[in-house]
């Protein structure tokens, strides 16, 4: 096992393009959270999933976000109509159900131009 | 969730001890207290975590004040690859496991 993965690692794209990012967690991991951070700040909560179930969404992850994991184990984040605010790194984790610990990916950094 | 504050920057010597101090007042009663850490360019990294006892790994060690509003982690002989961004969260591990970071602090280790 290689821990989590996230694809591609940086993605330049320039504004009012989307964008789609992939994260394959640890196997067995039936939890899956989605996290954004910007510069100099803590990463922030975005989204999270339990096995295919969508359970929590912030208030950040706005109608040009939406995140996937149609079979329980990789998730994609497809943010719509890029803005030069969305640059930022987009980091996935994982955990078991039951279990404290999260396991990070290495993030995707987002560059809009 | 209870809010957290850290120093933003500290300073250590290789191969001292450094202790990270964390506040967190607002704490309740099944709050944990996580510590990960974040060296440049990569994604957090899980360190240590606890409910009331001090607890120990291979890694840090954590120490829990009695009253739980305040805790230290302990690193015991900082290394330069231990200079990164240390954060410390309160919160509740139950529902989602969510984690609120805040800003952390950022350890340098001079050689």
């Known amino acids: 096992d290689t821990g989590v993965s996230q694809d591609p690692r940086h993605k330049i794209t320039k504004r009012g393009q989307n964008v789609t990012f992939r994260c394959d967690p640890i196997?067995?991991?039936?939890?899956l959270y989605w996290y954004r951070q910007t510069l100099g700040q803590g990463p922030e909560f975005l989204t999270y999933?339990?096995?295919?179930?969508?359970?929590?969404k912030s208030r950040l992850l706005s109608d040009r976000f939406s995140a996937e994991r149609p079979k329980g184990s990789f998730s994609t984040l497809e943010i719509q109509r890029t803005e030069q605010g969305d640059s930022a790194m987009y980091l996935c984790a994982s955990s078991l159900q039951g279990a404290v610990e999260q396991y990070f990916g290495p993030g995707t950094r987002l560059t809009v131009t | 969730d209870a809010k957290t504050t850290q120093p933003n920057s500290m300073e250590s010597n290789e191969e001292e001890p450094v202790h990270l101090p964390c506040n967190h007042s607002?704490?309740?009663?099944?709050?944990?207290i996580h510590w990960y850490r974040q060296l440049p360019s990569q994604g957090p990294e899980y360190v240590i975590h606890?409910?009331?006892s001090n607890v120990n790994n291979r890694m840090a060690s954590l120490a829990i004040a009695e009253d739980r509003k305040s805790s230290t982690l302990i690193l015991h002989r900082a290394t330069l690859r231990d200079a990164a961004v240390y954060y410390c969260i309160a919160g509740g591990w139950g529902n989602t496991g969510k984690l609120i970071f805040g800003q952390g602090t950022t350890l340098q280790v001079k050689p």
């Open positions: 607002t704490i309740s009663g099944t709050d944990y």
């Open positions: 606890g409910l009331t």
């Open positions: 196997s067995e991991h039936n939890r």
């Open positions: 999933f339990q096995n295919e179930a969508q359970l929590e």
